[in-house]
């Protein structure tokens, strides 16, 4: 999916997961959400969080292949589980649940992603051609939904 699609994908996992456990800061909690929405495209060069991450992206895009450790469920796991140990368990599922995001987004592609890499190079695929016209659906059903849990929580 494309980076706007992977943002929007993010803030409705915000709307969906913020209360699944109580207590933490909530705007902390949205921005680990969206961060984890879009950090596993730092794997390629091409992307936009790539770029912002400057020399740190440049190192991270040369050593690893698109979709692969980035977009693998271990790094993310292991990621939860320092977080949950070091930090809460709330701010680690946030991180988490936008990681699941993306790799959700990313998985109905034909290009897929190897959600086991590196033990498993067995790929998860799906029809769903990245910028196509599903794509710009999901893009306008997301916004909506926004709309919808903003306007929800005003009223
Ligand atoms: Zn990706």
């Known amino acids: 999916m494309l980076f706007p699609t992977h943002v929007l994908f993010g803030v409705v996992t915000y709307f969906v997961t913020r209360h699944v456990f109580p207590g933490g800061n909530e705007i902390i909690f949205f921005l680990l959400v969206l961060l984890g929405s879009v950090i596993p495209d730092i794997d390629t060069k091409w992307s936009k969080v790539n770029q912002w991450a400057g020399f740190v992206g440049k190192i991270i895009s040369f050593f690893s292949t698109h979709r692969g450790l980035f977009h693998s469920v271990i790094l993310y796991a292991i990621i939860f589980w320092f977080m949950y140990t070091f930090f809460s368990v709330y701010y680690a599922f946030a991180l988490f649940s936008g990681y699941i995001a993306h790799l959700i987004g990313d998985v109905i592609t034909p290009m897929g992603v190897a959600p086991f890499y590196p033990f498993s190079k067995r790929k998860v ?22 709309a919808k849990y903003l306007i929800g929580s005003f009223s």
């Open 125 to 146: 695929r799906g029809p769903i051609k990245v910028g196509g016209l599903i794509e710009n659906i999901i893009i306008i059903v997301m916004i909506l939904l926004i």
